[in-house]
């Protein structure tokens, strides 16, 4: 079976199809992203109206060079997978709106994809990672560890209490105008840096009873920083550095807890622990979780940076898990601003939303 998948949830919109081989692996046939990065630096995040209306502009370009870069005819699709949810809910209507219209128009079975879904499956891309495995999902929106027990089977062991890392990292570029999207600006930053220079806080580390995370006090922290003394060259490196080694540290800690508890749960001899979202395409963080891994007798696996942040090659690829299970979505689904991933809550159903 080949699916095609749509995203447009945040400021990336995209579409891939992707294919189930006979040997049980997945190959993405054709894949675009058009980023909107240019249109909301100016204002160091994005704006939903723009954004929503940059996705109505490029979606149906996108679907077009897709298939044509696959050789295909709507009639060898074997479905269509748009995320509903969670995101900007312009955003998302545009992707969600153009997939139920491929499914009326081409008799198509429909499947309305939860993002964090997409990203919890995303190393499955890849083919090495089997079910059950924990992950720790950390993006510009989401921080939190689940345990993967199959498709549509996740529970959530913990999560931050406010902001997510990839915020943090925005708000860390914007107060020193590092540029946007404000992650990859400071993981170059950061590389001339000294981590130890500038001591920031890690917010709740103290407690080993939870898996609580906090990343907001990190925030006012190097506001308070660039504000002490004036931000050179060498105190911008310093502070990017110092910023990236305190999120660091609290996902470890917080990853050596959960990979604990897991293993209390789940009984395998070396079960994968999975990192994925737009923070995990940071270098320095995927050393340092690779290597708790490798202590704690977990086999790491991280999606290849361009499947880490938002894509559509996720999305088709958790579409084609669910057309395989028989899953389908009516098409009155509604486009969803807040869906949590947990439980039963990523089987999609039209009386929520
Ligand atoms: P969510 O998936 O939670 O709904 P989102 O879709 O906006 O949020 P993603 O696209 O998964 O988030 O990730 C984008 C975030 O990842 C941004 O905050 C961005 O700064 C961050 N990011 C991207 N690359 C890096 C990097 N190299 N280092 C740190 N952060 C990064
Ligand atoms: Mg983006
Ligand atoms: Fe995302």
């Not at 153009?98 to 008799?107: N, Q, R, V, W």
């Not at 999902?137 to 993967?148: A, E, I, K, R």
């Not at 004036?230 to 917080?254: E, G, M």
């Amino acid at each position: 079976p080949i699916i095609l998948g749509l995203e447009s949830s945040c400021d990336e919109t995209a579409a891939a199809l992707v294919r189930r081989c006979d040997d049980g692996g997945v190959e993405v046939l054709a894949e675009r992203i058009a980023s909107q990065d240019d249109k909301h630096a100016a204002f160091g995040g994005v704006v939903p109206e723009i954004a929503a209306r940059a996705h109505v502009e490029r979606m149906d370009g996108l679907i077009k060079e897709v298939m044509e870069e696959a050789r295909l005819d709507w009639k060898d699709l074997s479905g269509v997978a748009a995320t509903s949810g969670p995101g900007l809910i312009g955003g998302v209507l545009v992707g969600l709106m153009t997939g139920k219209a491929i499914s009326l128009a081409h008799d198509l079975p429909f499947m309305g994809i939860n993002h964090l879904e997409g990203h919890a499956l995303s190393p499955r891309l890849t083919g090495q990672v089997e079910f059950p495995y924990l992950l720790l999902l950390v993006s510009g929106g989401h921080c939190q560890f689940l345990m993967v027990k199959g498709v549509g089977d996740y529970e959530r062991l913990g999560s931050t209490i406010d902001d997510a890392p990839g915020e943090a990292f925005d708000k860390t570029a914007k107060i020193m105008a590092l540029g946007f999207p404000g992650g990859p600006a400071v993981e170059r930053w950061a590389k001339q840096g000294n981590a130890e220079a500038i001591d920031l806080p890690r917010p709740l580390l103290n407690r080993k009873d939870t898996l609580d995370m906090s990343f907001a006090g990190l925030k006012t922290a190097v506001r308070r920083a660039v504000e002490l003394e004036p931000v050179n060259d060498k105190r911008k490196a310093d502070i990017c550095a110092s910023f990236q080694l305190a999120v660091a540290d609290i996902l470890s800690t917080r990853t050596r807890q959960a990979m604990d508890i897991f293993r209390e749960r789940i009984n395998a001899e070396r079960p994968h622990f999975v990192v994925a979202g737009g923070v995990a395409a940071n270098q320095t963080l995927r050393f340092r979780l690779e290597a708790d891994a490798k202590e704690a007798g977990f086999a790491f696996a991280s999606p290849p940076m361009r499947w880490c942040t938002d894509n559509a090659a996720m999305i088709a690829l958790a579409g084609l898990e669910r057309y395989l299970l028989g899953q389908f979505d009516p098409l009155d689904v509604s486009a969803r601003a807040r869906w949590p991933l947990d439980g039963k809550a990523a089987v999609n159903s039209p009386a929520s939303g």
